[in-house]
């Protein structure tokens, strides 16, 4: 079965500083992944996902992420962190459901927290 | 395009009260999911549609929980009794077929 791991509760950083947020996957065959991100009482939002192709995705509000298949990562980054970046955030992987449909599996989440 | 609905935003009950959820989905998404996210974890999938058929509800408590998408529209997500345990936030989302899932805000639960 697929998953997914992200290995920080929490990742700090200051603004205007790089930011990345971990994620690696186990899967069986080509992964599709996908980066969630989720404001307090809020549902997930999508910023990006990955298929197929270029191996650094470009997302919503400036978020980009990098497939590494070596090294079975999917890490999303930013290049200048925002306070109001301050979130939730969830990796996740798709799976067959046992119908043939799909799935999706979730990470644990990992907060991130910009300080000014 | 308007998003995922849902309502009650909020509900607080008692222990082995009945409680229901309602979820409508983006207009022509076939797939429509219902999960289930406690504090400080991951959204947990409780089930599954395609249409109004179900395809996945292998982690769904099936002896407290049910759930319906009749029409393949809107669909109603039940619990009867309530446990304690049962005090999470309930996702509703929906994609086109395996597509990029779309969540509503959530329904937070609180159980007393």
């Known amino acids: 079965a697929q998953s997914v791991a992200q290995p920080e509760d929490q990742v700090n950083v200051a603004e205007g500083n790089p930011l990345t947020v971990k994620c690696t996957y186990s899967?069986?065959?080509?992964?599709?992944l996908f980066w969630y991100v989720q404001y307090p009482n809020r549902g997930l939002q999508f910023l990006l996902k990955?298929?197929?192709?270029?191996?650094l995705v470009k997302g919503s509000y400036g978020f980009e992420a990098e497939f590494n298949k070596s090294q079975t990562s999917f890490h999303l980054k930013k290049p200048s962190a925002l306070v109001s970046d301050s979130a939730l955030y969830f990796c996740?992987?798709?799976?067959?459901?046992?119908?043939?449909?799909?799935?999706?599996?979730f990470g644990t989440g990992t907060r991130l927290k910009v300080l000014a | 395009e308007a998003g995922v609905a849902q309502s009650p935003r909020y509900k607080i009950i008692e222990k082995r009260q009945s409680v229901a959820f309602w979820c409508n989905p983006i207009?022509?998404?076939?797939?429509l999911y219902w999960y289930q996210q406690i504090l400080g974890q991951g959204p947990k999938l409780l089930i599954q549609?395609?249409?109004?058929?179900?395809?996945?509800d292998s982690q769904l408590p099936k002896d407290r929980f049910s759930a319906e998408r009749l029409k393949g529209v809107d669909s109603t997500l039940k619990i009867q009794p309530a446990k304690l345990e049962d005090s999470a936030v309930y996702l509703c989302?929906?994609?086109?077929?395996?597509?990029?899932?779309?969540f509503g805000p959530g329904t937070r639960l609180l159980v007393l």
């Open positions: 989302a929906s994609s086109r077929g395996g597509e990029t899932q779309y």
């Open positions: 549609f395609q249409n109004n058929g179900v395809v996945d």
């Open positions: 899967v069986s065959g080509n992964p599709y």
């Open positions: 207009s022509g998404h076939a797939t």
């Open positions: 996740a992987v798709r799976d067959f459901a046992p119908s043939g449909t799909y799935k999706y599996i």
């Open positions: 990955y298929i197929t192709g270029d191996n």
